[in-house]
């Protein structure tokens, strides 16, 4: 079982740099494929990145180029720094964790790309 925890979401100008962090809570964190999510008002919920337990990424190709997902084993948290935010970033930002069958989402944090 994990639980996880996201925090860094706001309100930000086109333009703007946010940093999203997620801490995971529960054993064997190393060992999960870590991902972040979006979904957007009246959307279905969108891969966004994602850095497997070896450290390899994926990024949707909307956001490569701008955002860089990373990994801290030894504190059990995934991070995503989103630079060069753009209105249509705009959503709540999901993290997850996934091994196997096992599957586990954060409660969101919302991202507002507004001037």
């Known amino acids: 079982q994990v639980q996880l925890g996201e925090s860094g979401g706001g309100l930000v100008q086109p333009g703007g740099s946010l940093r999203l962090s997620c801490t995971a809570a529960?054993?064997?964190?190393?060992?999960?494929?870590m991902g972040w999510y979006r979904q957007a008002p009246g959307k279905q919920r969108e891969f966004v990145a994602r850095?497997?337990?070896?450290?390899?990424?994926n990024y949707a190709d909307s956001v490569k180029g701008r955002f860089t997902i990373s990994r801290d084993n030894a504190k059990n948290t995934v991070s995503l720094q989103m630079n060069s935010l753009k209105p249509e970033d705009t959503a709540v930002y999901y993290c997850?964790?996934?091994?196997?069958?096992?599957?586990?989402w954060g409660q969101g944090t919302q991202v507002t790309v507004s001037s």
């Open positions: 997850n964790a996934g091994r196997f069958a096992a599957n586990y």
């Open positions: 529960g054993s064997s964190f190393s060992t999960y494929a």
């Open positions: 850095i497997s337990s070896g450290g390899t990424t």
